[in-house]
Nanobody
Framework: QVQLVESGGGLVQPGGSLRLSCVAS????????MGWYRQAPGKQHELVAR???????NYIDSVKGRFTISRDNAKKTVFLQMNSLQHEDTAVYYC?????????WGQGTQVTVSS
């Protein structure tokens, strides 16, 4: 079982930036596609960015050009660089598997975009 710990969220003004990190336990992290999800109040988890084990990335349209997902397999860490943040990006952000395997959700990290 892989455990996931997210960090890096906070309160930011529109147009600001944040960098989220997710550290995973387990020795086989590198073989899995990973993703960043977000959950706004009253809504389900939404996959916003995905990175394969080989480093290929995908994004939902609303974050393309603003968010960048990356990974450091040696450190078992996935990152989400978020630029030009908008009110609509406010949510709790989680990482998890984004392929054939998912694990229990971590505690997430709150991102609030507000002026």
């Amino acid at each position: 079982q892989v455990q996931l710990v997210e960090s890096g969220g906070g309160l930011v003004q529109p147009g600001g930036s944040l960098r989220l990190s997710c550290v995973a336990s387990g020795s086989i992290f590198s073989i899995y596609a990973m993703g960043w999800y977000r959950q706004a109040p009253g809504k389900q988890h939404e996959l916003v960015a995905r990175i394969t084990s080989g480093g290929s990335t995908n994004y939902i349209d609303s974050v393309k050009g603003r968010f960048t997902i990356s990974r450091d397999n040696a450190k078992k860490t996935v990152f989400l660089q978020m630029n030009s943040l908008q009110h609509e990006d406010t949510a709790v952000y989680y990482c998890n598997g984004a392929g054939t395997v998912t694990w229990s959700w971590g505690q997430g990290t709150q991102v609030t975009v507000s002026s």
